[in-house]
């Protein structure tokens, strides 16, 4: 074999790996865990370790965003905010990966001094270190080019958009214009201006944020979920206790999932279809692969 012929069957060796590699790829199943247990910290660390640990996802010295829904001045019980042990056990395990600083922030629809304090979720991490719980502050809010399906540009949170790694960490709840508020809404709390405008078409417009700014993890709180009266809740009568936390790196699937939990299909819920409509991730369950621990 002369040298040119060399050269020509290396390239067509490495081009047949490649597309293998690729195929391999394209075949291989989303994964996502559901832990259930009484003890919320240890099934948040369980499902995460699940899907391969939070070391998969957060390296030494990354700079991470975990963005809870702390929207409300609601308590623990009511469910309209993610648990605080659910947050802290999150926050825990990206400083055990290494992450140099972990930041905690929401932009609340309540009053954000009481949304914080009674969320339970400042208290939960107050003596962390490397831990930094802040509030939205309006300067810090930039437009970025979406160039999406039906918003071409909005203004989003800086410190979100420059994090190493952006951990996407909403609570399972009823909502009132979507079905149910889960991952891809939750993206909502990192938007500035008017979000109100977006109601139209809020699918699409939710999957196009979803697809400028992309979750490395997402974890859903459903320890207990908001059945009625969602986003805000407040009736006690209204809340469920489940004793799940679902985990995977596909947000359209971890919500897929939790839409089941309220005897929901994914195909009905607006902003799980725009999703996967945009190629976010995978709304067919029977394509995921689920382990439940």
């Keep these: 074999m002369n040298r040119r012929t060399f050269l020509k069957f290396l390239g067509m060796t490495s081009l047949f790996y490649h597309r293998m590699l690729r195929d391999a790829a394209a075949t291989e199943r989303p994964l996502l865990a559901a832990a259930e247990g009484k003890d919320y910290s240890a099934i948040t660390r369980n499902a995460i370790r699940a899907i391969g640990g939070m070391g998969k996802f957060v390296r030494k010295g990354d700079l991470v965003v975990v963005k809870p829904n702390i929207g409300w001045d609601r308590t623990p019980e009511q469910a309209a905010n993610t648990h605080p042990l659910v947050v802290r056990a999150i926050v825990e395990e990206c400083l055990r990966a290494g992450a140099g600083k972990v930041k905690v922030f929401d932009r609340t629809c309540n009053d954000e001094r009481r949304c914080y304090v009674n969320s339970g979720i400042s208290a939960a991490l ?93 974890v859903i709180d459903a320890t207990r979920i908001l059945t009625g009266h969602g986003p805000q809740g407040g009736d006690l009568r209204d809340v469920r206790i489940v004793n799940k936390v679902i985990a995977s790196a596909d947000i359209v699937a971890a919500d897929a999932y939790a839409t089941t939990l309220f005897g929901l299909k994914p195909a009905d819920i607006s902003t799980t279809v725009a999703a996967y409509r945009k190629g976010l991730g995978e709304m067919d369950l029977g394509k995921v692969r689920i382990l439940k621990v």
Excluded: C, Q
């Design 126 to 218: 107050k003596e962390l270190k490397n831990v930094e719980v802040k509030y939205i502050e309006n300067e810090r809010f930039r437009k970025v080019a979406i160039n999406g399906t039906v918003l071409k540009e909005w203004e989003l949170y800086g410190e979100a958009l420059t994090a190493n790694v952006f951990i996407n960490v909403p609570i399972a709840k009823h909502h009132g214009l979507t079905g149910v508020s889960l991952g891809i809404k939750n993206i909502m709390g990192v938007m500035g201006g008017n979000r109100g405008k977006i109601h139209r078409n809020i699918g699409p417009a939710l999957a196009d944020i979803n697809g400028a700014l992309k979750s490395r993890l997402v």
